[in-house]
């Protein structure tokens, strides 16, 4: 099973702040296949990234995703106050599919 | 526009088994480039892949609850399921059903996600 690790565990930033949040993988994750998602209080997590650098439909492209192999970046240019949220990175390269164990990025 | 809804009992005994249902609507369920997949998450924790399911019906489980679970699709209902049997307290949580796309073997994330719903195991 591939352990994925988020850090920071919590970030404090400012809006228009920019946002980088880090994903690493205990194995190689095969094919990229590395998603990244939002999850707000109460809400379903949302796709923001697939294929660790590709913007799902919808998404502003303030957010941004990089990496590859066992180290992943997602980064949001500039906070805007609806980015405030949990974010998960997640491997679909190999069975069982797995998720890091979020990273806050909260208001300073 | 694909909307999913979970539904089944909010209480369900220990030892007993959990039976959720996920209702697809605006779409159809059986489609050659959509897998199903079930999702759980424990009150303030993270999320926990349990499994999918193709349209062919082939499934894929999360080794720690593979002697437990059982996702199947009903298409004439266009309704995914989920069973876990043998449930303690551990398996309380928001469970979540959810569509991915994949064309061939470019697979494109889970798109579309339903608003979750809150099973506690308790007696």
């Known amino acids: 099973e591939i352990v994925l690790t988020q850090s920071p565990g919590t970030l404090s930033l400012s809006p228009g702040e920019r946002a980088t949040l880090s994903c690493r993988a205990s194995q190689s994750v095969s094919s990229s296949y590395l998603a990244w998602y939002q999850q707000k209080p109460g809400q379903a997590p949302r796709l923001l990234i697939y294929g660790a650098s590709n913007r799902a439909t919808g998404i502003p492209d303030r957010f941004s995703g990089s990496g590859s192999g066992t180290d992943f970046i997602l980064t949001i240019s500039r906070l805007e106050p609806e980015d405030f949220a949990v974010f998960y990175c997640q491997q679909y390269g190999s069975s069982p599919w797995t998720f890091g164990q979020g990273t806050k990025v909260e208001i300073k | 526009q694909v909307q999913l809804q979970e539904s089944g009992p909010g209480l369900v005994k220990p030892s007993q088994t959990l039976s959720l249902t996920c209702t697809v609507s605006g779409g159809s369920i059986y489609s050659g480039s959509y897998y199903w997949s079930w999702i759980r998450q424990p009150a303030g924790k993270g999320l926990e892949w349990i499994g999918r399911i193709y349209f062919g019906g082939s499934t894929n489980y999360n080794p720690s609850l593979q002697s437990r679970v059982t996702i199947s699709v009903d298409t004439s209902k266009n309704q995914l399921s989920l069973k876990l049997s043998s449930v303690t307290a551990a398996d309380t949580a928001v469970y979540y059903c959810?569509?991915?796309?994949?064309?061939?073997?470019?697979?494109?994330?889970?798109?579309?996600w339903g608003q979750g719903t809150t099973v506690t195991v308790s007696s």
């Open positions: 959810a569509r991915g796309d994949y064309i061939g073997t470019d697979y494109y994330g889970m798109v579309v």
